[in-house]
């Protein structure tokens, strides 16, 4: 062999582990900005990227996925949403009014996805459901329309039920604007409203606390907030006696009596469809925000039971999952 091509050869194998960086470095980076903790969101993690996996993208082969944890705290979000900007990702995936305003403050170029938004038009994420603009979209849950649902629901399970107290978080655009719908429909159902407005893991006590021997029933608005403090909030309207409607399965897990709401997992394997064509070059502009198709209702027969409470037949039959 020549001088000449040995050396060639020797410096293409030492160039190898530089070439494999780069090659690694040149994937994809999705930055996952998770609204909540990684127990609470493990199964609409796990849902988005078996997803991705499906569409092509496999994280540590062809994308990297960059996981961050919120916890409920705003300000966390914000921090991560800036860490994602340093990172330069490829698209920030989201969920909630929150982080996904703090991801849009933190860039106007960086593709944003949220697999979750209760409120992306009238908290300014977006346009216009058909027409997002920016670069920002996803899917809106539209929780403030489902709330006459739940109440019927509820109605069903305490049917003398005159005062029911509806608890969220005051830093929420999304939990405020089901708060206000509650109230707007409880004149025509006879209905007083107790509304409570919480911030801290220390107003959920203070505010559970006040509604003691008044409220008959409790309403649960989801955020990430409360989604990270529901074993806290269900410990004391079980140990109150106190029939709850959430909006999440994952709520009747911790303790509350039934659950009506569209169905995360499915929205968060949505969201990867997103992220799919932004990947291929489509822009988020040109990607309308779609609503939710698949919806669960979810009853815990042994929840109710310490209650005090049958739960009556038409439940049961209209119950997509009844744990016993």
Known sequence: M?????????????????????????????????????????????AFVKRMAELGWVDGQTIAIEYRWAEGRIDRAVEIASEFVKLNVSAIVTAGVGPSQAASRATSEIPIVFAVNSDPIGSGTIKSLPRPGGNVTGLSIQSSDLSGKRIELLRHLVPNVTEFAILGNGADPGAMLQIQS??????????????????????????????????????VCADPFLMTNRERIFSQTTAAGLPTMADLR??????????????????????????DKILRGARPEQLPVQQPTVFDFVVSVPNARALGLDVPPILLVLANEVIE
């Open 2 to 46: 020549k001088r000449r091509e040995f050396i060639t050869m020797v410096g293409g194998f030492a160039s190898l582990p530089l070439l494999a960086r780069a090659q690694k470095a040149t994937r994809p980076v999705i930055g996952f900005l998770g609204a909540a903790t990684a127990a609470a969101m493990s199964k609409w993690a796990d």
């Open 182 to 219: 509650v109230e707007a429909l409880a004149p025509a159902l006879g209905l007083t409203i107790l509304p409570l407005r919480v911030r801290t893991a220390d107003d959920i006590d203070a505010s559970l606390a006040s509604i003691k021997g008044r409220a008959k029933a409790l309403f």
């Open 250 to 275: 994952e709520f009747v897990l911790a303790g509350a009596t039934m659950s009506y709401g569209p169905n995360f997992a499915d929205m968060f394997r949505r969201a990867a469809d997103y992220v």
